[in-house]
């Protein structure tokens, strides 16, 4: 896949209207931002990897569920956000309208060119549903922190709201099979992309790095993406 392909390169690093001197209430800068070519942009972008093709058959006639995936991942939430909105964490990497989304493509993007590099051998359609899903787990997870005035808090402009016991990686995983089949190699993957950084990776690692080392590959695709974003943390 040639660089000029991706098309979420011309996407800026930071897209959220916070980052702007002029002040705008939540829900006008959220209107803004849905209506934005940004937006726009980060959805086309997962459309257009969810239609890649292996032998002429496009990446969602093999995978079942993927169009269903994506029409609930445009669905807005209680908060009025859908994924194309939403950030990828709370005050760190991605903490912005879009974050999420953003974050995930620049994993894609790096990921692909690792994997064709060190040469790994995870078919194309793996790198996507990997790369572009790592961090389902985080679909709805963060709602808009608003003040009384009816602005984004600055300081930390979104909150976590989560019930759900399961882990980063298993809960991505969980998310994910509601919609489609996992192959081994994307389980392991996903469940593992938090790497040193996962409580359980000292017990695990040994057994993981013999399975793959395509997990620690993807981990510094993710990690290298994170630090481009502005933090290392979430």
């Known amino acids: 896949m040639s660089d000029e392909n991706h098309k979420f390169d011309v996407i800026r690093p930071y897209g959220s209207l916070t980052k702007t001197d002029e002040k705008q209430k939540f829900t006008d800068e959220l209107k803004a931002w849905q209506t934005g070519a940004e937006r726009q942009a980060l959805k086309d972008a997962y459309w257009d990897a969810f239609q ?14 993927i169009i269903q995936l994506f029409t609930d991942l445009d669905a807005k939430n209680k908060d009025g ?16 309208l879009g974050g999420l989304a953003r974050h995930c493509l620049e994993v894609y993007k790096r990921f692909d060119m690792i994997n064709k590099e060190e040469k790994l051998g995870i078919p194309e359609d793996s790198v996507i549903i990997i790369s572009l899903l790592h961090d389902l787990c985080k679909w709805n997870l963060y709602h808009p922190k608003v003040t009384v005035k009816g602005f984004l808090d600055e300081r930390s402009p979104f909150q976590l709201k989560s019930d759900c016991p399961l882990g980063h990686g298993e809960m991505s995983i969980s998310k994910i099979q509601d919609y489609i089949r996992l192959a081994d190699i994307e389980k392991l993957l996903i469940r593992w992309h938090m790497a040193p950084y996962d409580y359980e990776w000292k017990t695990y690692q040994n057994k993981v790095r013999e399975i793959s080392k395509a997990v620690e590959w993807f981990f510094i695709a993710d990690y290298s993406a994170s630090l481009s974003e502005g933090s290392d943390d979430e």
């Open 52 to 65: 890649k093709q292996r032998d002429g058959v496009t990446m969602y006639e093999i995978r079942q569920g």
């Open 81 to 96: 956000l859908t994924f194309f909105d939403q950030p990828a964490s709370t005050k760190f990497h991605g903490n912005s």
